[in-house]
């Protein structure tokens, strides 16, 4: 029963005033920053990791503000998917689908209320999965060696490739400069100095909070300027009959819970997020209504529960492996997996041993964070809809004041500033073109861990390559990388049958 | 101005260059002593192959990338970049709240706030924020060089 004990080592910690206060603060700032159109999960934690590093936070109090944002982002998106018919955070576009047809019938104060039961249900039946699984998935991954760690990041960077972006191609080079950005500083093997251009402020390598910074909260403000069109929008959410959405979710049990281990699994796999999980769960459910799904894509509330359920669940599972493997299933778990290393907490198959406080309180603080979230977000739906009438001449700016008082508070350098803004205007041509800059950031975190795990495998074996493909898992995760990599070209030739 | 294929290709050809360089740069890292088979410089090597093959096929293979629709699009996102360019430059020098004032000023006019109300909300922002993040989160923000002479 090591289950109930951490967790209720984990309640110890999760309880305590200061965590309490951050987790609710974390939740509000999140749904806030999932609400706010073009402002995401991603923007949201990584404008918020240096103020919570520079204020010399704990590690489990830092993180459990962070994963607050993270997940409380995933309630915020639907607000404005379904007001606006604009998706707040990449997760929320299915939710836009049934949400906004919904709104546009009258039944804008139904569509939230539901939702937001159905985020509420799919976040925490997930939890009750991360709760069981991943202590079981640790466990296992203890016995990993280097060379198992070397195929199950190829594998994570293969789902990468062939689900994420727009094109296999592009993700493979974003990953590749992210690897290459992280070869940057002292080699830690050899103390010889690697790609720093004798430039003193390199020589620790790329400060992780300057690139996240500079890629994702910089690049946005670009982006927002050039969308920008002096258009006024305004927005009205009504009140609902609490009790009423109660007894109507559970109608929807079935659909919610194929939705949860949907998004739960979905969001396990290396590299794929809450966006995908709902693109998929909503494909499930309208094909389990055939013959009576004529309402989908009109306002049908199923296709509104299942991919808000979904979403919330990826959410919780794409921290899984994050945890337990120490390879993130997502952008913003990468982000948050470097706010640990940050931390000095490496995340892997010991953490839940050597770092309880840290895995258990954040799953602690988890289930208490989706019970705020619910609370925040039925009666005060109201005051998030206001809030997305904000102008962006007024977010803009603070957003960008923010960027920079975290970043120069990390050392006080000009510096870093200007590297912030190099790799902010480097960042918006990459999405200019088409790039994702997921796969760049999920380089940045796994290249030291993967150079380094091939370079221990290859010691090992005094050189000789074939390490990499002799034990029984890393074979498995070879085979399962071929596979998913591989599935479009298959899909392709079986569609040309067909016709 | 239409879609066209020329930024992936010319995109594709800074990818070569950076792998060239980098490469390049691998492999003039020396090693005092090595103990393992495979040292500094292979992972870089086989970073720049990859980087190399993937940018060649991208000449190859590009994309159709439209980048502004308008002239305004292209004067924002130019103006923005600018404005932050001269915020990092000042930060220090000016020290926060003047800076910032000034930033927010600039960015709010360029989303078309009008210019009175910019002002204020640039003296409002600057002045919450330094005592918001300084003195009650105690970070460390820059009061201002000229101040201190």
Redesign the interface.
Known sequence: MDILAGLAEGFAVALTPLNLGLLIVGCFFGTLVGALPGIGPINGVAILLPLAYSLGLPAESALILLAGVYYGAEYGGRISSILLNVPGDASAVMTTLDGHPMAKNGEAGRALALSALASFVGGTAALVMMTVFAPFLGRVAVGFGPGDYVALMVFAFSCLATLVGSRPLKTIIGVVIGLMLATIGIDSATGVMRFTMGIPNLFDGMEFLIVVIGLFAISEALLLLESWTPVASTIRAQRDNIGERVREIVGYRWTMARSAVIGFFVGVLPGTGASIASAVAYGVEKRMAQGDDAMFGKGDPRGLVAPETANNAAAAGAMVPMLTLGIPGSGTTAILLGALLLFNVTPGPLMFEQRPEVAWGLIASMYMGNIALLVLNLPMVGIFARLLSIDTAYLVPLVVMLTFVGVFSLYGATFDLVLMLILGFSGYVLRKLGFSLAPVILGLVLGALLESNLRRALSISAGDWSILFETPAAIVFWLLAILVATSPLVMRVRRRKAT | MSATTL??RA?GAV?LGVAGL?AV??WN???P????????T???LL?AA??AT??V??VA?P?R?T??TDRG?AF??G???IV??I???L??PLG?MIS?AL??FA??R????PAVK?AI??VV?AIV?YFG?AEA??????FGDIFRS
């Open positions: 930024w992936d995109f990818l980098y740069d691998a890292i020396h090693v002593f090595q103990y393992e088979p495979l040292g500094p292979a992972f870089p970073l990859v980087l993937t940018g096929l991208l293979r994309d990338v980048w502004f699009q924002r996102v103006a923005g970049a932050m360019g915020y990092a430059a930060f220090v926060f910032t930033m927010t960015m709010a360029l989303f078309g706030l910019a909300y640039g922002l924020g993040i989160l105690g970070l460390n923000v820059p």
